[in-house]
């Protein structure tokens, strides 16, 4: 069926609803700050001087939208991803003791890999692509942007698990155990080396869990 919609009503109604995004995250971290909780810097600038060019109809920030949302999709999947890497007896733990501390890390990642799947979705339409060749541009690369962005997710994905060496792990986890006890189990999350002019020292942070508590042991060391 030929979509019918205008290219106008299209950009309008993207754009509307990234402001509205715009202002329920400003609410949102309004009240994060309010609170004493962290906040995180996300992509509300970006989003809102999006909005208020595609609420007017702007074909060149469709165009350019639609390659930001094609590259940013496969790295947010890829952080979704990277939030799972971890033992499953500790995320199970996770969700057992803390759910809300859980949906509050993964609902914002969900939320914004579904805006960005809309928006790509929505500014593809064949009325958006034949206004924006109508105009004299050539039609956005979206499969091109959406490999870039496939890429760089690998690469993320392969850099955190390369970035984890085998002994330095072990020494983390061993070094947490002495120091928080065997009852627990142990997952290296972090591990920085950091080499100075007296050698290469280590920082850790290591998650200690049971089935009643989790906890995060520092350790520190000097490697070599």
Known sequence: MPDTQPAPAILRRAGVVLLALCAFELAWMAWRIATGADYSYSMIIPALIGGI?????????AFFLVWIASVLLPLALAMFVLTLLQPFDLTLTQWQ???GAQLEVLLPLLL?????????TELLRQPVRTAILSSGRREPS??????????????????????????????????AKEKHGEEYHYYASKITPRD?????????????????????????????
Do not use: N
Not at 144 to 165: K, M, P, S, T, Y
Not at 198 to 222: C, L, M, P, S
């Open 53 to 61: 060019y595609l609420v007017r109809g702007s074909l060149r920030a």
């Open 97 to 99: 003791l803390d759910p």
């Open 142 to 175: 979206a499969h091109l942007a959406l490999g870039i962005g496939v890429v760089l997710a690998l690469l993320a994905l392969g850099g955190h698990q390369l970035g984890r060496d085998a002994d330095l792990v072990r020494k983390a986890e061993f070094l």
């Open 196 to 224: 100075d002019m007296e050698g290469t020292f280590v920082e850790a942070k290591v998650q200690a869990w049971r089935a009643d508590r989790i906890d995060t042991v520092d350790v520190f060391w000097k490697e070599k």
């Open 112 to 120: 914004f890999c579904a805006v960005l799947h809309w928006l790509r």
